[in-house]
């Protein structure tokens, strides 16, 4: 079974919207952590954001925030206002328990009209 | 100076040679990390590294060995390289509190 799910292959949003992008898991680990990526064409990757399985709130870091929906196993990554520069790969991942590895998902292209 | 660097950036290389990618870190980390990225496959594991005597075997190893030299250095090797190993590898170690990885800005291989 897949343990990152990310359904949705590719997504358009217009300049200045908001935009959410889906990650679902998978794991019977009470304590894990959820991770947000991007990688614009340059290929490198950038840490957006972090949420640890047992943290209260929400993420945010600047525009972007995650909504974290522990019964439903979601994690959406939601980026406000966004600007032209946003047009990328994002990838969900989750580190489960206090184990070594990242688990990704297979990503989804974000591209931003003008 | 990147905290993560790994050479060569780009390779092109022929079926059957072999290749070895090499990662360095100034970040302090233990653990390192070699991952594959294929389109629509997202990354994917290929060996992980908690210090110069401890290696272990990722989700993809078959084909590919390591060496980490010292904490701040590990290479990846392909011994005899064929095309379904063209692909971006990535480098990066592991923040010990949340987790977190810190990337190299990666090496696209290619093996015609």
């Known amino acids: 079974a897949q343990k990152i799910t990310q359904t949705q292959p590719g997504m358009f949003v217009q300049e200045k919207e908001a935009v959410t992008l889906d990650c679902t898991y998978d794991?019977?680990?009470?304590?894990?952590?959820l991770f947000w990526y991007k990688q614009p064409s340059s290929g490198e990757m950038i840490f957006l954001i972090y949420?640890?399985?047992?943290?209260?709130q929400n993420a945010t870091e600047g525009r972007y925030s995650l909504n974290f929906q522990k019964a439903r196993k979601s994690a959406n990554l939601v980026i406000s206002a966004s600007q032209l520069g946003d047009s990328a790969m994002y990838f969900c991942?989750?580190?489960?328990?206090?184990?070594?590895?990242?688990?990704f998902g297979a990503g989804t292209i974000l591209r931003v009209k003008s | 100076d990147a905290d993560v660097t790994q050479t060569p950036r780009n390779r092109i290389t022929k079926t059957g040679k072999r290749i070895m990618l090499e990662c360095s870190q100034t970040?302090?980390?233990?653990?390192m990390y070699w991952y594959r990225q294929d389109p629509g496959l997202g990354l994917r594991l290929i060996y992980y590294?908690?210090?110069?005597?401890?290696?272990n075997k990722g989700e993809i190893s078959d084909g590919y060995s390591v060496s980490r030299q010292a904490q701040a250095k590990f290479s990846l090797s392909l011994e005899s390289a064929i095309p379904n190993q063209t692909a971006l590898y990535f480098c990066?170690?592991?923040?010990?509190?949340?987790?977190?990885?810190?990337f190299g800005e990666g090496s696209r291989l290619t093996v015609l």
């Open positions: 590294s908690f210090d110069v005597k401890d290696i």
């Open positions: 991942a989750m580190r489960e328990g206090y184990g070594n590895k990242l688990v």
């Open positions: 794991t019977s680990d009470p304590s894990y952590g």
């Open positions: 949420q640890g399985s047992y943290d209260q």
């Open positions: 970040k302090g980390h233990d653990r």
């Open positions: 990066a170690t592991r923040e010990t509190n949340t987790g977190e990885l810190f």
